[in-house]
Nanobody, 124 residues
Framework: QVQLVESGGGLVQAGGSLRLTCAAS????????MGWFRQTPGESREFVAS????????HPTVSMKGRFTIRREEARKTVYLEMNSLKPEDTAVYYC?????????????????WGQGTQVTVAS
């Protein structure tokens, strides 16, 4: 089993920045890809970005490209989501995900492991 723990969420003013952290523990040797989704009340979970350990490939969505950056620190089995120029519409619960595949899926079913989520609130 793999456990994922997110941190770094909080309240920020529009235009500000936050860095989310996700630390993996347990059978981390099986993980090949980690990433982030987000969800607002009443909406489906939305893909944010993902990254593989081997190729360090990133996959940001169009609306977040240029503002969000995903990075990984393989030695610590940790992935980061750096968010800049935040907008009120970025307000959501952000979930860390991980999977043994290297597919870089943008779908919720593409990830076997999920964290509990961390709240990000962007005030206008």
């Amino acid at each position: 089993q793999v456990q994922l723990v997110e941190s770094g969420g909080g309240l920020v003013q529009a235009g500000g920045s936050l860095r989310l952290t996700c630390a993996a523990s347990g059978h981390t040797a099986m993980i090949e890809t980690m990433g982030w989704f987000r969800q607002t009340p009443g909406e489906s979970r939305e893909f944010v970005a993902s990254i593989t350990w081997r190729g360090a490939t990133t996959h940001p969505t169009v609306s977040m490209k240029g503002r969000f950056t995903i990075r990984r620190e393989e030695a610590r089995k940790t992935v980061y989501l750096e968010m800049n120029s935040l907008k009120p519409e970025d307000t959501a619960v952000y979930y860390c995900v991980a999977d043994p595949s290297q597919i870089l899926s943008t779908h919720v079913h593409g990830y076997r492991y999920w964290g509990q989520g961390t709240q990000v609130t962007v005030a206008s």
